[in-house]
């Protein structure tokens, strides 16, 4: 069994700052890719940044520059350092891990119960 706690999401003004947190916990042999994604009411959920286990990074455009994702491996938690926000940042925040659980024989996906982000004044 594996768990994805998220916190730090809440209420933030435009051009504020906000970091999320997303730690692991379980039966966890190794984690694969670790990932934030964000669905806005009437949008499609869409990647927002995602880390391998060794460190590479990829991010959607609309938050490049802004956002950064980071890992602690030793934690089994991962961050969304998110900056300069905009209201259209505004949605429900989910975490994302692909986790081969100990005794396991694949690395399956694991989703966050998602935590709201709002940006607004």
């Known amino acids: 069994q594996v768990q994805l706690v998220e916190s730090g999401g809440g209420l933030v003004q435009p051009g504020g700052t906000l970091r999320l947190s997303c730690a692991a916990s379980?039966?966890?042999?190794?984690?694969?890719?670790m990932a934030w994604y964000r669905q806005a009411p009437g949008k499609q959920r869409e990647l927002v940044a995602a880390?391998?286990?060794?460190?590479?990074?990829n991010y959607a455009d609309s938050v490049k520059g802004r956002f950064t994702i980071s890992r602690d491996n030793a934690k089994n938690t991962v961050y969304l350092q998110m900056t300069s926000l905009k209201p259209e940042d505004t949605a429900v925040y989910y975490c994302?891990?692909?986790?081969?659980?100990?005794?396991?024989?694949?690395?399956?996906?694991?989703w966050g119960q998602g935590t709201q982000v709002t940006v607004s004044s």
């Open positions: 379980g039966s966890i042999f190794s984690i694969n890719v």
């Open positions: 880390i391998t286990s060794a460190g590479g990074t």
């Open positions: 994302y891990a692909v986790v081969a659980r100990r005794g396991g024989r694949y690395h399956e996906p694991y």
